[in-house]
Nanobody, 115 residues
Framework: QVRLVESGGGLVQPGGSLRLSCAAS????????MGWYRQAPGKQRELVAT???????NYADSVKGRFTTSRDNAKTTVYLQMNSLEFEDTAVYYC?????????WGQGTQVTVTS
């Protein structure tokens, strides 16, 4: 069984930064993709960023240049460094792990950008 646990969410002012972490546990194959999605109130869940086991990354246009994802394969942990946060970044952020044609999700962590 795969379990994903996010941490690092919270309240931040516009222009501020937060760093999210997601630790995966269970049977994790070396070939996988980890990433982040978010869901704002009243909106569909959307891709934020992904990173493969070979550290190839992909970002949503709305976060390019502001967010950076990285991973520690030894710890099966993925990070999302969020800089220059905007009101529109307010959402629940979900960690995801894809391997062997299956996707696993964390429980989500709230990020609120407020003045």
């Amino acid at each position: 069984q795969v379990r994903l646990v996010e941490s690092g969410g919270g309240l931040v002012q516009p222009g501020g930064s937060l760093r999210l972490s997601c630790a995966a546990s269970g049977v994790i194959f070396s070939i996988n993709t980890m990433g982040w999605y978010r869901q704002a109130p009243g909106k569909q869940r959307e891709l934020v960023a992904t990173i493969t086991d070979r550290t190839a990354t992909n970002y949503a246009d709305s976060v390019k240049g502001r967010f950076t994802t990285s991973r520690d394969n030894a710890k099966t942990t993925v990070y999302l460094q969020m800089n220059s946060l905007e009101f529109e970044d307010t959402a629940v952020y979900y960690c995801t792990l894809g391997m062997l044609s299956q996707n696993y999700w964390g429980q989500g962590t709230q990020v609120t950008v407020t003045s």
